[in-house]
């Protein structure tokens, strides 16, 4: 079983992903798009009203705190839908990075990984990026 940081991780690469192919339209992002790469580890029984309810509870989080740390915009953020997704300036800079180990910018790996249904590289991508919006704010500082 994955830990919270590795699906995490294999979330927020999918919606970076998704956000980076959109950019720069806005997108609603839905918990049922991305459900069975979540895998909620509290996730004992369907729920027929709520079949997503731990991923829900998961995947909002998430977004939320993509958007706190300033990596995306989102409007309201409810019952597993986020309305109006779009990468910040910063979220974008970091995806347009093309790191010297790598052919090609981190968003471009990051949309080819998910078609793929890549999950180890797309955490270590995603790794890769968060690491890279560290560094950029920690310099500009």
Same mark, same amino acid.
């Given at each position: 079983? &994955?830990?919270?940081?590795?699906?995490?991780?294999?979330?927020?690469?999918?919606?970076?992903?998704?956000?980076?192919?959109?950019?720069?339209? !806005?997108?609603?992002?839905?918990?049922?798009?991305? +459900?069975?790469?979540?895998?909620? &580890?509290?996730?004992?029984?369907?729920?027929?009203?709520? !079949?997503?309810?731990?991923?829900?509870?998961?995947?909002?989080?998430?977004?939320?705190?993509?958007?706190?740390?300033?990596?995306?915009?989102?409007?309201?953020?409810?019952?597993?839908?986020?309305?109006?997704?779009?990468?910040?300036?910063?979220?974008?800079?970091?995806?347009?990075?093309? !790191?010297?180990?790598?052919?090609?910018?981190?968003?471009?790996?990051?949309?080819?990984?998910?078609?793929?249904?890549?999950?180890?590289?797309?955490?270590?991508?995603?790794? +890769?990026?968060?690491?890279?919006?560290?560094?950029?704010?920690?310099?500009?500082?």
């Amino acid at each position: 079983m &994955a830990t919270n940081i590795e699906r995490f991780d294999n979330l927020v690469g999918r919606l970076f992903g998704e956000l980076y192919e959109a950019f720069p339209i !806005p997108r609603n992002l839905f918990c049922t798009d991305m +459900q069975k790469h979540i895998e909620a &580890a509290g996730l004992n029984e369907i729920d027929d009203f709520n !079949p997503c309810a731990d991923e829900a509870r998961f995947f909002t989080a998430s977004v939320r705190w993509l958007g706190n740390a300033g990596l995306i915009e989102h409007g309201d953020v409810v019952a597993g839908t986020a309305h109006d997704c779009v990468l910040t300036a910063k979220g974008l800079e970091i995806l347009k990075a093309t !790191p010297a180990c790598l052919e090609g910018a981190l968003g471009d790996r990051l949309v080819q990984a998910a078609k793929h249904d890549a999950d180890e590289e797309l955490r270590q991508l995603t790794g +890769q990026a968060l690491s890279y919006g560290i560094s950029l704010a920690l310099h500009k500082f």
